[in-house]
């Protein structure tokens, strides 16, 4: 009997997992396709002009990209820090 009731345990759960597997893919293909009706981003491919002057040799000198990603890195640990301490001071953890 217990047998009986843990294969019928068994295959009811197998049934509950199905229903879910079916509708996270539902609402998978329901996102996507709502997502594919958005044009294509124009920032993905950014075309430059063809009189625009290769300036390789700047970026070697003063690699801007790196100074970019750093600064953002920078500014998102700072505004980290200073949110913490608000939430700090709103839950009275830290003093003034």
Request: zero cysteines.
């Given at each position: 009997m217990a047998d009986l009731f843990k294969g019928f345990l068994d295959t009811v759960g197998d049934f509950i997992i199905t229903i879910f597997n079916y509708l996270i893919?539902?609402?998978g293909t329901v996102l996507g396709w709502i997502v594919s009706i958005f044009p294509d981003s124009p920032?993905?491919?950014?075309?430059t002009?063809?009189?625009l002057i290769n300036l390789g040799w700047v970026t070697w000198l003063l690699p801007f990209p790196?100074?970019?990603q750093h600064t953002i890195l920078l500014a998102a640990?700072?505004?980290?820090?200073?949110?913490?301490?608000?939430?700090?001071?709103?839950?009275?953890?830290?003093?003034?």
């Open positions: 893919a539902g609402i920032f993905s491919n950014p075309s002009p063809p009189e790196t100074m970019i640990a700072v505004l980290t820090y200073y949110g913490i301490r608000v939430l700090a001071r709103w839950i009275k953890l830290v003093r003034s």
